[in-house]
């Protein structure tokens, strides 16, 4: 397909990428992981749930882990800047054929849920409870000291779709990777908020979409290091599975790829860049010359081809 147009006024305005829902097999193991390993800031927590937060976020969660027999991913959350957006955003879904239905979320205000042209189960809403930002606090930082919820990557056999869907809703093309010589996008970054991208979409196996990861920011590099030295005295040193490292690639980020105790792919990175202006075009990449490019090991096979399913827990 021919890279489309972007669309600067679209039918509602969608911000940025907001939050995940996990299901875990063991809360407390993942709490272990998450808040004693990684950093992560507790907003609140019950039996069944572990709302989590990154040290500079007002909002009160951007990571959400549900106590479920199956491991899986749940939702992707997306934020729109206000109540009308929303409104806008279901009368545009509906008339889609996308059937979105209203529903009651825990510390969220009204929120929409509806699939996107990959399947991909969305949560969107234009506001939740607060909390404080914790960016002053230095003694609540330990771990890889998590700021924020960047992007998603998902994978998928509808990259084509979901490009198509998502510049209809605005988002914009930073990167792509092409092929074998091919024009045809294979890996599309897209972006709301003025960085290379809130969702990535990346070939996959299907029917279903797969949760590649979800990445949160972190302030320094150094940080990549001081975590792989952490889970490893936590016990947890087989959860590094790629990097720490540099993406001679789309986004340039220097990056560690974790798998948490379910396998759910979490990527710390920081060193994005900033792209809002109008004469921003999207930038091709040649997958061979990923692959040559860089330093260091490629990929494991695991990192290649392994990811979440979403679905409801069990
Ligand atoms: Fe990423």
């Known amino acids: ?154 994978l998928t056999p509808h990259v084509d779709r979901a490009l198509e869907f998502y510049t209809r809703l605005g988002f914009r093309l930073s990167e792509y990777i092409t092929q074998d010589g091919s024009e045809e996008p294979s890996f599309v970054f897209l972006q709301r908020k003025g960085n290379p991208h809130d969702i990535v979409f990346a070939p996959g196996p299907g029917p279903g979409p797969l949760l590649h990861h979800a990445a949160f920011t972190i302030p320094e590099t150094y940080h990549l290091m001081f975590i792989c030295d952490l889970l490893a005295e936590m016990g947890f040193g087989r959860s590094v599975e790629y990097g720490p490292a540099r993406h001679f690639a789309p986004g340039y980020a220097r990056f560690v790829y974790l798998r948490d105790p379910d396998g759910h792919r979490i990527e710390l990175f920081n060193t994005h860049y900033q792209t809002i202006d109008i004469e921003d075009e999207p930038l091709k990449w040649e997958m061979a010359k990923v692959l040559a490019g860089g330093w260091g090991p490629p990929p494991p096979q695991s990192w290649m081809t392994e990811a979440a399913p979403f679905g409801a827990a069990e």
């Open 1 to 154: 397909m021919a890279i489309p147009r972007p669309v600067f006024r679209p039918p509602f305005n969608m911000t940025r990428a907001s939050h995940v829902v996990l299901a875990v097999k063991d809360l407390k193991e993942s709490k272990r992981f998450y808040v004693d390993a990684l950093g992560f800031v507790v907003s609140s927590e019950d039996e069944n749930r572990l709302y989590l937060r990154g040290l500079e976020e007002g909002c009160h969660h951007s990571l959400v882990l549900e106590q479920g027999g199956k491991p899986s991913a749940q939702h992707i959350g997306f934020r729109v800047l206000t109540e009308e957006d929303l409104d806008a955003a279901e009368a545009f879904f509906r008339d889609l054929g996308h059937r979105p239905t209203w529903v009651e979320v825990p510390h969220q205000a009204r929120t929409l849920r509806v699939s996107d042209a990959a399947g991909v189960p969305l949560d969107i809403c234009a506001s939740m409870e607060t909390r404080p930002r914790l960016i002053l606090q230095s003694s609540r930082f330990s771990g890889a000291c998590p700021q924020r919820l960047d992007h998603f990557q998902i």
